[in-house]
């Protein structure tokens, strides 16, 4: 079963908003990566939150974990089209991927 | 600095054929994992490779096969070919030091089968 599962999994919103995605998962973790894919290319790493730290921020990117609920949330603020792309979660646990959230920035 | 180069790019092969993945992982790096990515779908683990053996193995038939050489490059194999394995292969690479590290990706192989 999947690790790691995103939602929503579609978000469009206007260039300049906030978008926010969030992570479920199912067993215990050591900590949880999120990554994002630009159409056809590979996956490139955001950003890892260890298990013992509730946020964690870098740029535009603030994420959040919730251990107890077993979720985690990614913040991008003041978007942009280059934005544009999907977003996964995934835990170091059997190296498992949700379905991703397509986010799409519009102009 | 190289990161992450997978060949060819593309590939086209028919049901029934065998085909091979190559792999070259960022420098520095010593352990390599394959991913499948269906269309529309996350990527799924297949297997990672370090010390040039199988550490840790997905949910896949034995059709999938891999190797890794002294100089940690990797290889995918897919044997028996079917309609199904089109797909994304993507092979990551990371330094293997507790789970901890962030995975490094390719732009992948993309397999169309016929």
């Known amino acids: 079963s999947q690790q790691g599962e995103e939602d929503p999994q579609a978000l469009s919103i206007q260039e300049g908003e906030n978008a926010t995605m969030n992570c479920s998962y199912k067993t215990s973790i050591n900590n949880l990566q999120w990554y994002r894919q630009n159409s056809g290319r590979g996956l490139v790493h955001l950003i890892l939150?260890?298990?013992?730290?509730r946020e964690k921020h870098s740029g535009r990117l603030r994420v959040t974990l919730d251990t107890s609920k077993k979720s985690s949330s990614l913040l991008i603020t003041a978007s942009r089209a280059a934005d544009t792309a999907s977003y996964f979660c995934?835990?170091?646990?059997?190296?498992?991927f949700g379905q991703g959230t397509r986010l799409t920035i519009n102009p | 600095d190289a990161g992450v180069t997978q060949s060819p790019t593309h590939l086209i092969k028919t049901r029934g054929q065998q085909v091979t993945l190559r792999c070259s992982p960022k420098?520095?790096?010593?352990?390599v994992s394959w991913y499948q990515q269906a269309l529309g779908q996350g990527p799924q683990f297949i297997f990672q490779y370090y010390e040039e053996e199988e550490r840790q193995r997905g949910n896949f038939p034995d059709r999938f096969s891999g190797h890794q050489f002294p100089n940690y490059s990797s290889e995918l194999n897919v044997n028996a070919l079917l309609l199904g394995d089109s797909a994304l292969y993507l092979c990551?690479?990371?330094?293997?030091?507790?789970?901890?590290?962030?995975?490094?990706f390719g732009d992948g192989t993309r397999l169309s089968i016929l």
């Open positions: 420098s520095g790096h010593d352990t």
């Open positions: 995934a835990t170091t646990r059997k190296l498992v």
């Open positions: 939150i260890r298990s013992n730290e």
């Open positions: 990551a690479s990371s330094l293997r030091t507790g789970g901890n590290q962030p995975q490094h």
